[in-house]
């Protein structure tokens, strides 16, 4: 099992909570989605499953890193470049289901950031995205 199925196997258990869930809804690229979606099908999920667990990853890794080294307002900026940089420029939209605490967790940084539960939603992802990619890499 690679590094990757293992963080992303509670997805799978997670399905069985869907009634425990909140919706956080955002307008993203396509590039960004399918992503998320090509990811969730190398590993035989579906995108809407996987996407909560990249939240969470982006989630903690903006935790971790904005509490003594990094500027919160400058890692967005950079996130948010990077979401608008995805090739596919049309955009879709997309509602996440996710457990009541990630997205009150979500949506207080959100307002601690003066941003939308939206985009720090794009921002989010794009960081779990980066977070996982970096752990299969050994480098």
Known sequence: MTPM???????????????ERLRLHAVIR??????????????????????PVVLERGLKQYDKVTRYDVNPSALLARLSKKAEAYEDTSTTEW???????????????????????AQMMTCLLVYGIEDLENEEDPC
Do not use: C
């Open 5 to 19: 199925e293992k963080t992303l196997a509670p997805a799978e258990a997670d399905a069985e909570k869907a009634a």
């Open 30 to 51: 396509m590039g960004l989605y399918r992503e998320v979606e090509a990811m969730a099908g190398a590993i035989g999920l579906e995108a809407n499953l996987l996407a």
């Open 95 to 117: 509602t996440i289901k996710m457990s009541r605490r990630l997205v009150m967790r979500i949506r207080l940084r959100a307002k601690e950031e003066e941003l939308s539960a």
